[in-house]
């Protein structure tokens, strides 16, 4: 029992650094097409927020992820026609892949306990 709560936090800690560590690439790519440096400053927060396993982080990111890619979603499906879609087909993907993990996920939840 002690070994499969072991892997579930390992699972879990994969989970939550894999989406705090992406997130500021992305970010960065984000400020470079046009947003303030702003954001980039509040997404490394909320990233090491994130890694230091705060609840209301986890929510946020998770929140924050599920509607990006229901965003996304809905941006693959006006250009489809034009064949276009492809890139926010993998954002839909990751987004919603993420934001149900970080959301849902039982792993995630005993991390965040294991770590309090």
């Avoid at 396993?53 to 890619?69: D, E, P, T, Y």
């Avoid at 492809?86 to 039982?106: D, E, K, P, T």
Wanted: aromatic residues 12%.
């Amino acid at each position: 029992m002690e070994e499969l709560n072991k892997k579930r936090i390992m699972i879990g800690r994969i989970i939550i650094y894999t989406m705090a560590i992406c997130n500021i690439p992305f970010s960065i790519l984000l400020v470079i097409i046009g947003y303030p440096i702003f954001y980039l400053i509040l997404q490394i927060l909320l990233s090491l927020a994130l890694i230091c396993a705060w609840n209301w982080a986890r929510i946020l990111f998770g929140i924050g992820a599920l509607v990006h890619g229901f965003l996304a979603f809905l941006i693959a499906i006006q250009y489809v026609p034009l064949g276009e879609s492809m890139a926010s087909i993998i954002v839909m993907v990751v987004g919603l892949l993420g934001g149900s993990l970080l959301l849902f996920s039982r792993s995630v939840k005993d991390f965040i306990n294991d770590k309090r």
